[in-house]
């Protein structure tokens, strides 16, 4: 086979579009649910239908193909099933903002206008996020694309929530939930971003009834003393041992208030008083479930205060409120004083507003009995976390879990199914089609929380509750891949959904990412600006490269400083390669790949040896993998192609391809070809794009395209331990006499002289290795022997306990050589003296800044090697 010239230069911008279409055209990644092959399925964590790609994507999503590429290659019925969430309240605030900019209210639309509306914006936007990931490369089966509100996924949400309903997990309770002011509607703890924001802290005084004494108490939300109904002491705080059932007059209100005893104070917090709200704080909530208080909501559903206050406050909003409430306060002598303090808020994360505790009425999912089979999933190992730590986090969380509010105070979303009969409203009907006589009823308003359908995702992408041969085949699945930061939101309510409705595990393996940090730390954030748009280094870079560089650097458990040096490694050695394969392609005879079956060939070292550090990064490739140490496995492929293949074998073999032997030079070619081979398989999952490419210039004719060749597992009895031995030898040497022409200055275009002394059997290897030696190492004529004498002059090194020896003599100019190092220890002497003279000086070390002080010990370190390398050197000469 005559395989078309590469290119001079490596043009991703021409191959990346053009593969992915043809793997497109050629149905690679659709999976079959009849096939006999065994099977291996990924669910996508869906991103929200709102999302543009982000850098978090392109780790997940890589790392996901990297996954389902090498399954699809080792033969496996390898299925990646993509989708977007509907994502409740990010949607219906695009929504809302986009029917603000024309002019439109949503109060003013009924809801199936504003579903109208919802469902046009999804169709116009929902499928950019899906674009771009096949921009990334993912080979995900697009046949089976879902979203959570198709009609297929829809009705199985709404059959979990009939289900979950008849077996008494779902209730109606009045309870305190995160409230967003914007959207009117609870949301979930992930979507609460908090910020750290400079406040006050003010000091109140709380009249003790009958008496002429007070306690003091202090907040930062003034406003909320509209709604206490007790103050709390520690029981043992002695200062107040006897003001416990007793009362305080609550300021502007009048109502007495108990003065209760608690564990939860923190008496050496403030005064050790504590005002208490049970409506509008969670701590204060279990205080006054404890000891029975009253909870008044004293705000509406926009956080403005309502009619349970004093007529002068009502309709306020927060702010309002509380500086009237503390104007007041203060008139009446009761503000004792005020105090600046730096508070944790937290804040909607869609309506970008501090949110609310509130007390409201919501649908809640029991969840005490559904942790228990997903905690025992996990701590038997049924589904195993990488990295494992994760198992203490999710462990704590559910064995403290919490009843799940999963209604929500939106139109977009699954309606829950529920009707109220229109003259009983105690009355309910619960179905997934509703009741027969609709025009009697009406539905209830609310929707569901989205995690209330993500946490179906596994088995609900297929036809379930009913069961097809494509839950059969690809349910469980084998992996997922996603963020820590939803291990409780999505992962442990998966498995408890996996368990409660098909009595078996989602998934087998949790692969846990890293999260992506800048140079300086901080966590990659829209809202900090810090996180690179993937298709501007996609433009710089490549996609591949990106990949590839993104994986490197991105080790099992620990957080990424993300830099785009590594990119450009990533840039660097998707050249490196595209070089090393046109330099092979070159120098094929005719352009044709040899026709040499290398298992009944006698092969040389060399080409014995590249065959088996190939064999041994298969295997090495395999086993971080199969650990999910994506970023050591990148690491195995990018050292044996950059350092074993390109810097070693290719060298060696271009003594063969411009040698005077024509069978060593096929025999070279042949060896040379199949390392590529194996290099594209091995590195295709990470960078799609260039291996299909070059594949296509080194696949024979009986060869099908990478993304279904073959996969490259590594055999240990292939491995060639005196190849390996030998080869060392060789390296050792010339890598010990480039070393000594580099540091002596020898010009490259100078050959040297090589003396080895005490070769202790070595001789015939190393003999046997002749040409290569001096090619490699620029040498003229090679010695070898027993008891050799030291040449005068000479550079010496030792290898494997043989002397080398390099006349220098005539190579450089040894005078001038000896004035330059000699110059240059003494410049190196008055350095050092000059900065070991700082660092004794203990004025200098503590009153200079750190950043000083690190910065001359580094000198000092790095002058005090190259002090010790050119006095090395100098030693030679003399």
């Given at each position: 086979?005559?395989?078309?010239?590469?290119?001079?230069?490596?043009?991703?911008?021409?191959?990346?579009?053009?593969?992915?279409?043809?793997?497109?055209?050629?149905?690679?990644?659709?999976?079959?649910?009849?096939?006999?092959?065994?099977?291996?399925?990924?669910?996508?964590?869906?991103?929200?239908?709102?999302?543009?790609?982000?850098?978090?994507?392109?780790?997940?999503?890589?790392?996901?193909?990297?996954?389902?590429?090498?399954?699809?290659?080792?033969?496996?019925?390898?299925?990646?099933?993509?989708?977007?969430?509907?994502?409740?309240?990010?949607?219906?605030?695009?929504?809302?903002?986009?029917?603000?900019?024309?002019?439109?209210?949503?109060?003013?639309?009924?809801?199936?206008?504003?579903?109208?509306?919802?469902?046009?914006?999804?169709?116009?936007?929902?499928?950019?996020?899906?674009?771009?990931?096949?921009?990334?490369?993912?080979?995900?089966?697009?046949?089976?694309?879902?979203?959570?509100?198709?009609?297929?996924?829809?009705?199985?949400?709404?059959?979990?929530?009939?289900?979950?309903?008849?077996?008494?997990?779902?209730?109606?309770?009045?309870?305190?939930?995160?409230?967003?002011?914007?959207?009117?509607?609870?949301?979930?703890?992930?979507?609460?971003?908090?910020?750290?924001?400079?406040?006050?802290?003010?000091?109140?005084?709380?009249?003790?009834?009958?008496?002429?004494?007070?306690?003091?108490?202090?907040?930062?939300?003034?406003?909320?003393?509209?709604?206490?109904?007790?103050?709390?002491?520690?029981?043992?705080?002695?200062?107040?041992?006897?003001?416990?059932?007793?009362?305080?007059?609550?300021?502007?209100?009048?109502?007495?208030?108990?003065?209760?005893?608690?564990?939860?104070?923190?008496?050496?917090?403030?005064?050790?008083?504590?005002?208490?709200?049970?409506?509008?704080?969670?701590?204060?909530?279990?205080?006054?479930?404890?000891?029975?208080?009253?909870?008044?909501?004293?705000?509406?559903?926009?956080?403005?205060?309502?009619?349970?206050?004093?007529?002068?406050?009502?309709?306020?909003?927060?702010?309002?409120?509380?500086?009237?409430?503390?104007?007041?306060?203060?008139?009446?002598?009761?503000?004792?004083?005020?105090?600046?303090?730096?508070?944790?808020?937290?804040?909607?994360?869609?309506g970008n507003v501090p949110i609310e505790f509130y007390m409201s009425e919501q649908w809640y999912l029991k969840m005490d009995a559904l942790a228990k089979p997903a905690l025992d999933a996990v701590n038997s190992g049924k589904i195993k976390f990488h990295?494992?730590?994760?198992?203490?986090?999710?462990?704590?969380?559910?064995?403290?879990?919490?009843?799940?509010?999963?209604?929500?105070?939106?139109?977009?979303?699954?309606?829950?199914?529920?009707?109220?009969?229109?003259?009983?409203?105690?009355?309910?009907?619960?179905?997934?089609?509703?009741?027969?006589?609709?025009?009697?009823?009406?539905?209830?308003?609310?929707?569901?929380?989205?995690?209330?359908?993500?946490?179906?995702?596994?088995?609900?992408?297929?036809?379930?509750?009913?069961?097809?041969?494509?839950?059969?085949?690809?349910?469980?699945?084998?992996?997922?891949?996603?963020?820590?930061?939803?291990?409780?939101?999505?992962?442990?309510?998966?498995?408890?959904?996996?368990?409660?409705?098909?009595?078996?595990?989602?998934?087998?393996?949790?692969?846990?990412?890293?999260?992506?940090?800048?140079?300086?730390?901080?966590?990659?954030?829209?809202?900090?600006?810090?996180?690179?748009?993937?298709?501007?280094?996609?433009?710089?870079?490549?996609?591949?490269?990106?990949?590839?560089?993104?994986?490197?650097?991105?080790?099992?458990?620990?957080?990424?400083?993300?830099?785009?040096?590594?990119?450009?490694?990533?840039?660097?050695?998707?050249?490196?390669?595209?070089?090393?394969?046109?330099?092979?392609?070159?120098?094929?005879?005719?352009?044709?790949?040899?026709?040499?079956?290398?298992?009944?060939?006698?092969?040389?070292?060399?080409?014995?040896?590249?065959?088996?550090?190939?064999?041994?990064?298969?295997?090495?490739?395999?086993?971080?993998?199969?650990?999910?140490?994506?970023?050591?496995?990148?690491?195995?492929?990018?050292?044996?192609?950059?350092?074993?293949?390109?810097?070693?074998?290719?060298?060696?073999?271009?003594?063969?391809?411009?040698?005077?032997?024509?069978?060593?030079?096929?025999?070279?070619?042949?060896?040379?070809?199949?390392?590529?081979?194996?290099?594209?398989?091995?590195?295709?999952?990470?960078?799609?794009?260039?291996?299909?490419?070059?594949?296509?210039?080194?696949?024979?004719?009986?060869?099908?395209?990478?993304?279904?060749?073959?996969?490259?597992?590594?055999?240990?009895?292939?491995?060639?331990?005196?190849?390996?031995?030998?080869?060392?030898?060789?390296?050792?040497?010339?890598?010990?006499?480039?070393?000594?022409?580099?540091?002596?200055?020898?010009?490259?275009?100078?050959?040297?002289?090589?003396?080895?002394?005490?070769?202790?059997?070595?001789?015939?290897?190393?003999?046997?290795?002749?040409?290569?030696?001096?090619?490699?190492?620029?040498?003229?004529?090679?010695?070898?022997?027993?008891?050799?004498?030291?040449?005068?002059?000479?550079?010496?090194?030792?290898?494997?306990?043989?002397?080398?020896?390099?006349?220098?003599?005539?190579?450089?100019?040894?005078?001038?050589?000896?004035?330059?190092?000699?110059?240059?220890?003494?410049?190196?002497?008055g350095h050092l003296q000059g900065i070991e003279k700082k660092l004794s000086n203990d004025n200098f070390v503590n009153r200079a800044p750190e950043n000083v002080v690190e910065h001359e010990k580094k000198k000092m370190q790095d002058m005090t090697a190259?002090?010790?390398?050119?006095?090395?050197?100098?030693?030679?000469?003399?």
């Open positions: 086979m005559t395989t078309p010239q590469l290119d001079k230069s490596y043009n991703w911008e021409k191959l990346e579009d053009r593969w992915y279409q043809h793997w497109m055209d050629q149905g690679y990644f659709h999976a079959d649910e009849h096939s006999k092959k065994e099977p291996y399925s990924i669910v996508i964590p869906p991103p929200n239908v709102t999302g543009m790609l982000t850098m978090g994507h392109v780790l997940n999503n890589t790392i996901q193909d990297v996954l389902i590429r090498k399954a699809r290659m080792e033969g496996k019925n390898a299925c990646w099933i993509p989708g977007t969430d509907h994502a409740s309240i990010a949607t219906e605030s695009k929504v809302v903002s986009m029917l603000e900019e024309q002019g439109i209210s949503k109060d003013d639309l009924s809801r199936d206008a504003f579903m109208d509306h919802a469902w046009a914006w999804k169709e116009k936007y929902g499928g950019i996020i899906i674009n771009q990931l096949k921009k990334l490369g993912c080979s995900c089966d697009w046949d089976r694309e879902r979203f959570t509100m198709d009609e297929g996924y829809s009705k199985a949400v709404l059959n979990a929530f009939v289900k979950l309903y008849e077996k008494g997990l779902i209730y109606r309770g009045h309870r305190l939930v995160n409230w967003c002011p914007v959207s009117k509607s609870a949301i979930s703890n992930e979507e609460v971003i908090h910020k750290e924001k400079n406040g006050k802290l003010w000091h109140f005084r709380y009249p003790i009834t009958g008496t002429d004494d007070y306690l003091v108490v202090a907040t930062t939300r003034p406003e909320t003393m509209l709604g206490d109904t007790a103050v709390a002491v520690h029981p043992d705080d002695e200062r107040y041992q006897s003001l416990i059932g007793k009362t305080v007059t609550l300021p502007l209100i009048g109502r007495e208030i108990p003065i209760i005893a608690d564990t939860y104070v923190d008496p050496e917090f403030g005064t050790g008083c504590v005002k208490v709200t049970p409506a509008h704080d969670p701590n204060d909530f279990a205080m006054g479930e404890r000891h029975n208080l009253d909870f008044i909501n004293i705000m509406n559903d926009d956080a403005s205060l309502n009619s349970k206050v004093p007529k002068q406050y009502q309709n306020c909003s927060r702010e309002e409120g509380r500086k009237a409430v503390v104007r007041d306060l203060d008139s009446e002598g009761l503000l004792d004083k005020v105090e600046d303090y730096t508070n944790n808020i937290g804040f909607s994360e869609r990295p494992a730590h994760w198992t203490k986090t999710y462990n704590h969380w559910m064995e403290n879990i919490k009843d799940w509010c999963i209604s929500r105070q939106l139109w977009w979303g699954h309606q829950i199914p529920v009707w109220y009969h229109n003259d009983d409203p105690k009355k309910i009907h619960v179905s997934v089609d509703g009741p027969e006589d609709p025009e009697n009823w009406t539905q209830d308003q609310d929707v569901l929380d989205t995690w209330a359908s993500s946490w179906l995702w596994p088995f609900a992408v297929h036809t379930w509750p009913e069961e097809d041969q494509n839950l059969k085949t690809f349910f469980p699945t084998d992996a997922l891949v996603t963020g820590p930061d939803i291990i409780f939101f999505w992962v442990a309510r998966m498995i408890m959904s996996g368990y409660e409705f098909l009595d078996d595990i989602p998934f087998k393996d949790v692969y846990f990412t890293s999260i992506l940090r800048d140079e300086t730390g901080k966590k990659f954030s829209k809202s900090l600006g810090n996180s690179p748009d993937p298709f501007d280094l996609f433009n710089e870079y490549g996609t591949d490269a990106v990949r590839f560089g993104t994986l490197l650097m991105a080790p099992q458990g620990l957080d990424v400083l993300f830099s785009n040096s590594r990119l450009e490694v990533g840039r660097n050695f998707m050249n490196k390669l595209w070089n090393a394969s046109r330099f092979i392609q070159m120098n094929l005879e005719d352009g044709k790949l040899p026709q040499i079956d290398l298992d009944s060939v006698e092969l040389d070292m060399p080409e014995r040896w590249i065959l088996s550090q190939l064999n041994q990064t298969a295997m090495k490739v395999n086993r971080q993998l199969d650990r999910f140490h994506f970023n050591e496995a990148a690491k195995a492929i990018y050292e044996f192609t950059w350092s074993d293949f390109c810097d070693w074998y290719i060298e060696i073999a271009k003594t063969r391809f411009y040698g005077d032997n024509p069978e060593k030079a096929n025999m070279s070619r042949a060896v040379a070809v199949h390392v590529i081979q194996g290099i594209l398989k091995l590195l295709h999952p990470y960078s799609p794009f260039i291996t299909e490419e070059l594949w296509a210039h080194f696949r024979s004719d009986a060869d099908s395209d990478l993304i279904i060749s073959p996969w490259l597992k590594g055999d240990p009895s292939m491995e060639d331990n005196t190849a390996d031995t030998t080869m060392d030898l060789l390296k050792d040497i010339v890598t010990a006499v480039r070393t000594i022409r580099s540091r002596m200055n020898v010009p490259p275009g100078k050959k040297a002289d090589l003396v080895i002394r005490n070769v202790n059997g070595h001789q015939s290897k190393i003999e046997s290795f002749d040409e290569i030696i001096k090619t490699l190492g620029r040498i003229e004529a090679i010695t070898i022997g027993q008891n050799l004498e030291k040449p005068e002059q000479s550079a010496t090194a030792v290898v494997q306990k043989m002397e080398l020896f390099v006349p220098l003599k005539g190579l450089i100019d040894l005078d001038k050589e000896n004035d330059r190092l000699s110059k240059r220890l003494n410049e190196l002497e190259e002090y010790e390398l050119v006095k090395a050197n100098l030693d030679m000469l003399l």
